[in-house]
C-alpha cells in the first residue's frame, strides 16, 4: 500500500499533489514535455521583451540624468548611443517595445474573450511577432533613410 500524496509534492514520484482544497492535481511537467508552439514562444517572448524594456528604462533615467548634469555628460551620453554598440541597443530595445505594444493587444483581444480557439490563437500569437519585427525594423529602416541616424 503506499501512502496518499502530500501537499508538499513529492518530487521523487509522479504521484498527484494535493491541492489546498484536497483534490489531487499532477505535478506540472517539465519544460521538455511540452511541444514548442508559437503560443508558447510569443509568451517567453513577451516576458523577455517586458524585462528588457525595464532595462531601457533605466537607460532612458541614465538619459535624463546625463541631461540634468549638462552639455558634457549629455555629450558623452549622445556619442555612446551613437556608437554601432548604442544603436544595436537601441535596435534591441524598439523591437522589444514594437513586440511588447503588439502582444499586449493581443492580450487585450483575448481579455475581451475573443481569439481564445487554438488555431485563432496561434494566428494573434503569430502576427504579433510579426507586426513587432515589422514595424521596429521599419523604424529604424526610417530612422536612416530620414538622415536622423547613421553609422
Known amino acids: 500500500m503506499t501512502s496518499p500524496p502530500t501537499a508538499s509534492g513529492d518530487a521523487r514520484s509522479d504521484r498527484p499533489v494535493l491541492q489546498p482544497n484536497g483534490r ?3 505535478l506540472s511537467p517539465h ?3 511540452w ?3 508559437v503560443t508558447m514562444a510569443a509568451s517567453i517572448l513577451h516576458r523577455i521583451s517586458g524585462s528588457a524594456l525595464s532595462a531601457g528604462a533605466v537607460l532612458v533615467g541614465i538619459w535624463l540624468l546625463a541631461l540634468a548634469f549638462g552639455p558634457e555628460a549629455y555629450a558623452t551620453f549622445t556619442g ?3 556608437s554601432p554598440l548604442g544603436l544595436l541597443v537601441w535596435f534591441g530595445l524598439t523591437l522589444a ?3 511588447h505594444l503588439a502582444s499586449g493587444i493581443r492580450h487585450l483581444v483575448w481579455d475581451a474573450g475573443k481569439g481564445l480557439d487554438p488555431k485563432t ?4 500569437s503569430s502576427l504579433s511577432i510579426w507586426l513587432g519585427l515589422l514595424v521596429g525594423v521599419a523604424f529604424w529602416v526610417w530612422l536612416f533613410v530620414s538622415g536622423s541616424v547613421s553609422l
Open 35 to 37: 511541444r514548442w508552439h
Open 97 to 99: 517595445l514594437t513586440y
Open 80 to 82: 555612446l548611443s551613437a
Open 24 to 26: 489531487p492535481r499532477p
Open 31 to 33: 519544460l521538455q514535455v
Open 121 to 124: 490563437a496561434s494566428l494573434l
